[in-house]
């Protein structure tokens, strides 16, 4: 999403005015209810708080947090001021053209420290109710109905009688579980044996399918990018039934042969932040490169399986790096990244978000480049990240 740049300068022909007619096509909602006002004279973007709305009467200090300062409450430069009842800041455009999990810029305000939780008045379109819910900035009404399509999906959650099992592609579905377009020998998945979701009662059935789907594929090797928990076991109720984690027989068995690469685990386990919005760092090619390692190794076997805890961010991120150097095209590793939001356990992810990790990686746009494997090859056997032998055995490997 070039709301990230160019479709946010693009759509921007909205001011004050304009906003506050086209407002009534939503909810009746103005302005103040959305939160964010756009002025195309010089390509910013205001914030408002309205304290009567937000009844907020008594706060020192107000800010603004999102994707585009790391969520930070203190970050430099983002303190509102108060005006007539109205706490506003105003930014450039571009300062805020990072997206979140819903594909466009998210954030909160922060009053004296405390994040504030989103009120019901602001509508459909400029809020996201995922797991954690925000406000969002999408470039225009028309952007502003696509977040709030998706927001059904992500509010969503699934029960088990919403799969249709047993069927094998709602086994799949349930588990997050398939091949890494562009290989034959890498499946991704949710995590074999720890519950994410324990409040969730698919969970049971989601942790016995990935092992039942895992065994089935004969899954030999695993890459396991939330770290090592096989000490860390627990138990947790559902509808009164106490259900106790164990690790699956097909993994105790990789486990034995030495086949798990805890990736990252002696020095930094990948996390959400690094994965999606410092993909051009030096640790995140580290990852790269002993993720790489490890699947070239022919000590250890394929069919292999990469996941983490939920089996979308982290595992998403490296899955379409590795689909794209085995020369899967952009339309194919988006449509399998969007297919994690099928799950139903009230998270959801945009392929913009995995757009704008790439985006970064390669340094040009990946839906538009003309050959996405060759881009992406460049930058890692360029900055001496992989080397051409080894980028061609680990395609020789997964394929």
């Keep these: 999403m070039k709301l990230h740049c160019?479709?946010?300068a693009a759509m921007l022909p909205v001011v004050f005015p304009v906003v506050a007619a086209a407002a009534r096509t939503t909810?009746?909602?103005t302005p103040e209810m959305r939160c964010v006002v756009f002025d195309e004279k010089d390509s910013s973007v205001c914030f408002v708080l309205d304290t009567a709305l937000w009844q907020l009467r008594q706060a020192a200090t107000v800010s603004v947090a999102g994707t585009f300062n790391f969520w930070d409450a203190d970050a430099e430069g983002y303190r509102m001021s108060f005006d007539s009842g109205q706490w506003k800041l105003r930014l450039p455009v571009d300062s805020v053209d990072v997206p979140g999990n819903c594909g466009r810029p998210e954030y909160k305000f922060v009053a004296d420290g405390k994040f504030l939780d989103v009120p019901d008045f602001v509508p459909q379109g400029w809020r996201f109710d995922n797991s954690q819910p925000c406000l969002v900035i999408p470039t225009d009404e028309k952007d502003a109905k696509a977040v709030a399509s998706a927001n059904k999906k992500a509010s969503k959650i699934k029960n088990i009688i919403d799969f249709k099992l047993p069927d094998k592609r709602a086994m799949r579905q349930l588990c997050n579980f398939r091949l890494v377009p562009g290989t034959a020998y890498l499946y991704r998945s949710y995590h074999p044996f720890k519950a994410s979701r324990p409040d969730n009662s698919t969970d049971v059935?989601?942790?016995?399918?990935?092992?039942?789907l895992s065994a089935e594929a004969g899954i030999a090797s695993d890459i396991c990018l939330s770290g090592d928990e096989t000490d860390s076991l627990k138990s947790y109720e559902i509808n009164r039934t106490e259900i106790f984690e164990t690790i699956p027989d097909y993994y105790r068995a990789i486990m034995e042969k030495g086949d798990v690469l805890y990736l990252g685990a002696d020095y930094a386990i990948p996390d959400y932040q690094v994965?999606?919005?410092?993909?051009?760092?030096d640790l995140f090619s580290r990852w790269v490169k002993d993720l790489v390692s490890f699947i070239i190794d022919e000590k250890h076997p394929v069919p292999m399986s990469i996941h983490c805890r939920l089996g979308t961010d982290r595992t998403g991120v490296f899955c379409a790096v590795i689909a794209a150097i085995c020369g899967a095209e952009w339309e194919d590793i988006a449509k399998d990244y969007a297919e994690s939001s099928e799950m139903g356990i009230g998270d959801y992810r945009d392929p913009l978000l995995l757009k704008y990790s790439l985006d970064k990686l390669v340094g040009c746009d990946v839906s538009e480049v003309e050959d996405l494997q060759s881009a992406i090859i460049r930058h890692f056997t360029e900055n001496g990240i992989l080397t051409a032998d080894e980028i061609t055995r680990l395609q020789d490997r997964l394929n």
């Design 205 to 212: 059935m989601r942790l016995r399918y990935v092992a039942g």
């Design 27 to 29: 909810q009746d909602a």
């Design 6 to 8: 160019f479709l946010f």
């Design 275 to 281: 994965v999606y919005y410092k993909s051009d760092s």
